[in-house]
């Protein structure tokens, strides 16, 4: 990192990670002694990764908090001892000023995660990626010009199938892919080494409004089905119903869509737990099923053991669609960013960056955009295409809340919850999450008072999640300048009473199902342990006090015959545009209010089937 | 003790503070450490002495070492000292720490390691034990910061410079597959056979002028020579060590205070030394200034030991040892107070006047 702040920057960023780590310190060195000099080189190394136009902010805006130490008692912030910058942390974190709350959480999130991700010998464990396995068809160097015939941009759940269908048709196909080409064993699912090797970003990437949404984008082979739950969903009928209707998408009813939802689910083994849930999906199905709503187990795209236990193969892009794929003859080319595309004669060349080997130019008369709701759509306006483009994203904001049970339903390996309660579908879902004892201390910043609770009762707690399908119109924009798109989502009032009354409810599911303690997700919010304390719950969520977060974005650049609002055709094709084809969760025409990675992976199998047959 | 194909080992600076304490511990053992307590009965050493320094005393500990004359600056001695030491251990503890000259620094610490490691590979040397210090990382960027081995560079002045520099060789050759090397970087060490400054740091505190800038609370991480030896000889065993560098020093950082408090409270308790119970107190302010002027001079190519020492005097220089606990065993297990106790008999012994 080396510019003319760089030690000043390093100083306070040690000086705050010991500060905010310190209040977790417990006896067990592992647990969280100091020195913390781990989680100083974790966020520095995230900086790095912060999108380009939060970079100068972020810098300006930490320097400007060890400086503000001068002002309150002639020395800056790192210099002082350790209690008097407690006082200034404190401070800040409950500043009215927004910047500096998010600036303090934002160390806050961090330096928890590194904290409680450390190995048993922190010292020596340093963060690797492994090397990509050598597989046939993956272009490790490639020259500076390649040729195809279709190129796919993007190897997610939309980007494999596309690509591998196309390759299996006999074309000659190029998939080329941002991040890097890992095994799906690189590291544990849902770690600080995943996020580091397999987010865009390192996972900090925020929708901007007066309330933020953090989500998250997978930037490497396989993209958002390497990282995510696994959970699946076939597009509910009345949703898909209304996009025919309301975007006039042709060739979508339910009975259009089966055999290709069927399709899928083969390849990717849609199945149920063979055995017991983990203890702590349980518990939320049992206190929704005790107020009388709808709860059930969402299957997962998964290979299960035999015998049992839940251990098996999670069936993401790199075991499934990416291996057929390549032994179609198809060609990878990952760690490939593409800048612009342009149509040249009766080509479209397509600019990109390698990250080792720089410029290189790719020629195709076909392309298809798989890139996912963010990646697609900056790509189209860099490129100066933006009819209709980016300005209507949408996502499933999500509010999270703590709970602590009289007994444990919790485990190290706990595997993923697979309940969700859907009496209040499509307006309110709710689940349990990923509840290792690091995302539990992330789910506990909100509580200061209680932060220690984590470490010492993470087996007696897990994080539950209320999600909304939400009113607001998102954008994608493409700052001139900068490399990274700014996500815009501007929460309503409406959806953020839904948000209100989704915690609400999910708490009052929690309480039923016996949890003695309930931590939600509000900045200082109330800590709450019966029915009666729920009035303590805002009835709209205050504006920029809560944290939300969200891993299902789409509908940037809808599907449908309506040319007002809609991006490219009811198969995909860009409106005004031959050969040029959107095959991911951009085309969604609204949000779904279930997981969307079975409606993406069917739209495309479905898209790509209908371009093959027309010629 | 020291496994290896060959039973021979090198020792550089074997004259010196920390060498002649090392050359003891391989030819009687430690007993502070249940590995090391037994020496190893067939060991040959060999050790490497500046012209001109009195080697009459190590001489007589042992007939089964050799001294050789010669100059770590000159490239053919560093291979006449390496000769025929195929699969042997070389303990690199020579260094400069205040020289007449900047450049002193650089044409010892750098150039005179690389002509060493150089030399030792040539001659096929299994393992390079090198000693560095604190300096390549600094100060402590706050009070309550420890250092460790995630702990970027960021040299304290021309010494720090010299042995980050120095480092960065030793480093490379091991990168390349050329010799294994161990880095151990200790901070300010004590215990017998001191030099003339550590005594001299005892007369001040006596009379009641041991410099105290700012409050005294800041940090200091020691190691005590017997506890760095073990380090040492843990460094030249230990199968994963390869490669990797480890910070040295007694189990805890001390605060200034309670490094003069204790070397204070023995003198008067235990020495019969009469103290004034005064402290010479300076503001940070001091320090800041003799931080500038240090600077000033060290750019000019001139270096002056009390003014160096002065500008460091507020500063924390704390240290976790963590790393080398999990990784060699290491196991320091004496603390400042039985340290120092040691020190002080030593000198007592050495008829040396406080």
């Avoid at chain 1, 006896?27 to 989680?39: I, K, S, Y």
């Avoid at chain 1, 890097?180 to 865009?200: N, T």
């Avoid at chain 1, 996502?395 to 993923?416: Q, S």
């Avoid at chain 1, 599907?559 to 809609?566: F, I, N, T, V, Y």
């Amino acid at each position: 990192m080396p510019h003319p702040f760089s030690d000043s920057y390093h100083d306070a960023v040690s000086a705050l990670a010991y500060t905010l780590a310190s209040r977790h310190a417990v006896g067990d060195p592992a647990d969280g002694q100091a020195p913390f000099n781990d989680l100083t080189a974790f966020i520095l190394r995230q900086r790095a990764r912060l999108p380009d136009y939060l970079r100068g902010p972020m810098l300006a805006a930490t320097l400007g908090f060890d400086l503000a130490g001068l002002a309150r008692n002639g020395h800056r912030f790192h210099t002082q001892p350790p209690a008097v910058r407690r006082r200034q942390a404190e401070a800040w974190k409950n500043s009215k000023f927004g910047f500096a709350r998010d600036l303090l959480r934002y160390y806050e999130s961090l330096a928890t995660l590194a904290l409680y991700s450390r190995e048993p010998s922190p010292v020596s464990a340093v963060p690797v990626a492994p090397p990509a396995p050598p597989a046939n068809g993956v272009l490790v160097e490639p020259g500076r010009e390649l040729r195809c015939e279709v190129a796919v941009v993007g190897s997610g759940p939309g980007g494999a199938i596309t690509a591998c269908l196309l390759a299996e048709a006999g074309r000659d196909v190029l998939l080329i892919e941002e991040g890097p080409f890992l095994p799906l064993h690189s590291c544990r699912s849902f770690s600080q080494q995943e996020m580091e090797q397999k987010y865009r970003n390192g996972g900090q990437t925020i929708a901007m409004g007066r309330t933020k949404v953090a989500y998250v984008e997978g930037c490497c082979v396989g993209g958002g089905s390497e990282i995510n739950s696994g959970l699946y969903h076939r597009t509910p009928p009345e949703v898909l119903e209304h996009w025919r209707q309301e975007f006039q998408v042709a060739g979508l009813t339910e009975a259009e869509l089966r055999p290709h939802f069927e399709a899928c689910e083969r390849e990717v083994s849609v199945s149920t737990l063979p055995g017991a849930a983990p203890a702590a999906s349980l518990k939320l199905h049992e206190g929704a099923v005790r107020l009388g709503w709808k709860s059930l187990e969402a299957p997962r795209w998964f290979r299960y053991d035999t015998g049992g236990g839940g251990g098996g193969i999670r069936q993401t892009m790199t075991q499934t669609y990416l291996p057929r794929f390549l032994s179609a003859g198809g060609r990878l080319l990952p760690d490939a960013r593409v800048d612009r595309l342009r149509k040249e004669g009766d080509q479209w060349l397509l600019r990109a960056t390698h990250r080792a080997h720089g410029a290189l130019e790719i020629r195709a008369p076909t392309v298809f955009l798989c890139a996912g709701a963010v990646q697609t759509p900056a790509l189209l306006r860099r490129s100066g295409i933006t009819r209709n483009i980016g300005d209507t994203l949408q996502l499933h904001p999500t509010v999270k809340v703590v709970a602590r049970f009289p007994e444990p339903v919790n485990t190290l390996d706990m595997g993923v919850p697979v309940h969700q309660v859907k009496e209040f579908a499509p307006r309110l879902s709710f689940g349990c999450s990923i509840s290792s004892p690091a995302y539990l201390a992330l789910g506990m910043i909100d509580h200061p008072a209680s932060a220690g609770e984590a470490s010492r009762s993470w087996d007696r707690m897990a994080n539950y999640y209320a999600m909304i399908t939400a009113e607001a119109r998102g954008s994608v924009r493409q700052l001139p300048g900068f490399q990274h798109a700014l996500v815009r989502y501007p929460l309503t009032a409406n959806d953020r009473r839904n948000l209100a009354d989704g915690l609400h409810k999910l708490c009052e599911a929690l309480l039923a199902a016996g949890a003695e303690a309930l931590f939600p997700g509000l900045n200082h919010g109330p800590r709450l342990s019966s029915l009666d304390e729920l009035r303590k719950l805002p009835t709209l969520l205050p504006e920029g006090l809560a944290n939300l977060m969200t891993i299902h974005l789409f509908s940037s650049c809808p599907m449908g015959e309506d040319l007002a609002r809609c991006a490219a055709d009811s198969y995909g094709r860009l409106h005004g545009f031959d050969n040029l084809y959107i095959g991911d969760a951009s085309l969604l025409c609204t949000a779904p209010g279930v997981n969307p990675q079975g409606s993406i992976m069917a739209l495309a199998r479905r898209n790509v089937l209908r371009f093959l047959k027309s010629g | 003790m020291i496994p290896s194909q060959s039973n021979q080992v090198l020792v550089t600076g074997a004259f010196g503070w920390l060498g002649s304490r090392l050359v003891e511990a391989l030819l009687a053992g430690l007993p502070d450490h249940e590995s090391l307590a037994e020496p190893q009965a067939d060991l040959r050493l060999r050790c490497l002495a500046l012209p001109g320094q009195d080697a009459s005393a190590l001489r007589r500990v042992s007939d089964r070492l050799e001294v050789f004359e010669g100059d770590l600056q000159n490239p053919a001695d560093c291979e006449r000292f390496c000769r025929d030491a195929r699969g042997a251990t070389l303990f690199h503890t020579a260094g400069i720490i205040h020289p007449a000259r900047v450049a002193d620094f650089y044409r010892v610490n750098v150039a005179g390691a690389s002509n060493l490691l150089d030399a030792a590979i040539r001659a096929g040397v299994r393992r390079a034990v090198v000693v560095s210090s604190n300096s390549p990382c600094g100060c402590n960027p706050h009070p309550d910061h420890l250092f460790d081995e995630w702990s970027p560079y960021r040299p304290y002045m021309n010494y720090g410079r010299s042995k980050m520099l120095m480092e960065l060789a030793v480093r490379e050759r091991q990168q390349r597959g050329l010799i294994e090397t161990v880095i151990l970087r200790p901070p300010w060490f004590y215990g017998p056979n001191q030099p003339p400054r550590q005594t001299l740091f005892f007369r001040m505190i006596r009379d009641g002028k041991a410099p105290i800038v700012g409050s005294g609370r800041n940090l200091r991480s020691m190691a005590y020579i017997d506890n760095l030896c073990q380090a040492l000889l843990l460094a030249a065993t230990s199968e994963r060590a390869n490669g990797q560098t480890y910070w040295i020093a007694d189990r805890r950082p001390y605060s200034m205070n309670e490094i003069v408090d204790t070397v204070e409270r023995l003198l008067e308790r235990e020495f019969g030394h009469k103290c004034l119970h005064k402290r010479l107190r300076l503001p940070s302010l001091a320090s800041a200034v003799a931080m500038r002027l240090d600077a000033a001079l060290q750019s000019l190519g001139w270096y002056h030991q009390k003014i160096h020492v002065l500008s460091e005097m507020n500063q924390t220089i704390a240290c976790s040892v963590a790393k080398a606990e999990q990784e060699l065993g290491y196991r320091p297990t004496v603390e400042l107070e039985e340290g120092m106790r040691s020190s002080l008999a030593w000198c007592v012994r050495q008829r040396i006047r406080i």
